[in-house]
């Protein structure tokens, strides 16, 4: 079992749309996490740190769950830019990141 | 902005050459890393680098080989290429405060014939 899954999609989703993703991490020694966006042929880009009460910016909404051990990420009013993979970070207790796989998102008009 | 700098976007080689990919990141980071990331798995770490002439092997180090020598510097080497290294390769940096994201280069992509 991979330390951290993700659905690979791809989530086809219309302008507009709200569209959520989860990721579930194995080791519940896990610490922090992170949500990353990379187009195609573009490397990974922070997208924002996932906190334990949950955190906001803009359209993007981060959430934690330690006791089911996921975290996701809700896009709400989806534009065509938002269009990605989004892949999900987890850092144990090293600086080592673990790399979710990515899910892809396509907005379409 | 951080600024991490990959030396070559392409990269076309011959099976058996030894292969240098070099970064470079301007932030003063301590922590620097080589990924590379292929179709179905993902970024896999291949090594990293806590400080100047520390290096630590990452989970597919085989055939590979780092230079750190200097701290904005750290420099991935394909002792013997071979066609299953090709891959997109990229470099990271981060601080070393504890949980700190990564910053990463635009990618070398590698071809091996």
């Known amino acids: 079992r991979k330390e951290v899954e993700q659905d690979p999609g791809p989530f086809n989703v219309p302008e507009g749309a709200t569209v959520a993703f989860n990721c579930t991490y194995s080791?519940?020694?896990?610490?922090?996490f992170f949500w990353y966006r990379q187009d195609c042929r573009k490397e990974p880009k922070l997208l924002m740190s996932?906190?334990?009460s949950g955190n906001e910016d803009g359209r993007f909404t981060a959430q934690l769950n330690r006791a089911s051990q996921y975290i996701s990420l809700l896009i709400r009013d989806s534009k065509l830019s938002d269009s990605a993979t989004y892949l999900c970070?987890?850092?144990?207790?090293?600086?080592?990141?673990?790399f979710g796989t990515g899910t892809r998102l396509q907005v379409f008009p | 902005d951080v600024k991490v700098t990959q030396s070559s976007r392409y990269l076309v080689k011959r099976t058996g050459e030894k292969v240098f990919l070099e970064c470079v990141q301007d932030?003063?980071?301590?922590?620097m890393f080589w990924y590379r990331q292929d179709p179905g798995l993902g970024l896999r770490l291949i090594y990293f680098?806590?400080?100047?002439?520390?290096?630590e092997k990452g989970d597919i180090p085989e055939g590979y080989s780092v230079s750190r020598e200097k701290k904005e510097r750290f420099s991935l080497i394909l002792e013997s290429a071979s066609t299953n290294q090709t891959s997109m390769y990229l470099c990271?940096?981060?601080?070393?405060?504890?949980?700190?994201?990564?910053?990463f280069g635009d990618g070398t992509r590698l071809s091996i014939l």
């Open positions: 080791n519940s020694a896990s610490q922090s």
């Open positions: 970070v987890v850092i144990r207790n090293t600086d080592k990141l673990i």
């Open positions: 996932v906190y334990s």
């Open positions: 990271a940096s981060s601080l070393a405060r504890f949980n700190q994201p990564q910053h």
């Open positions: 680098s806590y400080d100047v002439k520390m290096k």
């Open positions: 932030m003063d980071h301590e922590n």
